[in-house]
């Protein structure tokens, strides 16, 4: 109110969901972040979100409003877990757009400028993406598993991406303008989520068992992030880290045991 924003935020290590769809017509996103910049959202995990009211679209986490410098990292995302219904997105720099007396420097045409999402599992947006860009210049997507969705959506002019070493069950697609540059992913562009590339590579997705069963297609395939980086456990990989998907491919070496409690709600 005061035409401060709420900038250098860390939200990290919480559980964030609904227990029901909530009756109402206004948003139920439950990271919202407006105008707010050099934003961390790491190893949450955010689940759970539905409108029953209205559009009934929903998102897990966003940032819009002509922010920049915001990062998702090593989060899990599920639309569907408890619940289902409606229409559930995962992850977005946009979301739903924003009106101009809220966006920085009563500029909306850019809604998001220089965001990463990184090492993050979404999964279960059985209706829609994965990841959602809506007027987000410059984006960085990579090592990422996006399971059980359509894929990511790049929308609008303004929207551009460069997307790599992600496991994607679905599609990348540019729409209304929208412009990307993709290498080294694995994607499923088939209608038929039953026999996806998730399911090739890790033992049990569908009930949470992220056990890497078949590294061949990620282990030294993925494009070099030549510094020393962590994947989704927080492990620490040298400089060259050339993997695929959140996990680095190593078996011997990952947080399964992090993620296995979902298996009793899932099953």
Known sequence: GDGENPDNGLIENNLIYNERTRDTSNSVTLI???NANNWVVKGNIITDFSKGSGNQISYGAFFKGNGENNIFDGNLIMCEWLHRGGVRLGLSFGGGGTDDEYCNNYDCSTEHSNGIIKNNIVMNC?????IYLNRSANTLIHNNLIYNTTGIDVR???SSATIYNNII???IKDRDGGSHKETNNITERSSDRIDTVAHKIYKAPNIGDFSISNPDPI???GKKLNKITADICGFLQSGDTNYIGPFAANTDNNCNEQFKFIS???N
């Open 32 to 34: 919202d972040a407006v």
């Open 126 to 130: 059985t209706t829609d993406v994965g």
């Open 156 to 158: 609008f002019p303004t």
């Open 169 to 171: 069950d679905g599609r």
């Open 219 to 221: 282990k030294g395939k």
């Open 264 to 266: 009793q709600f899932l």
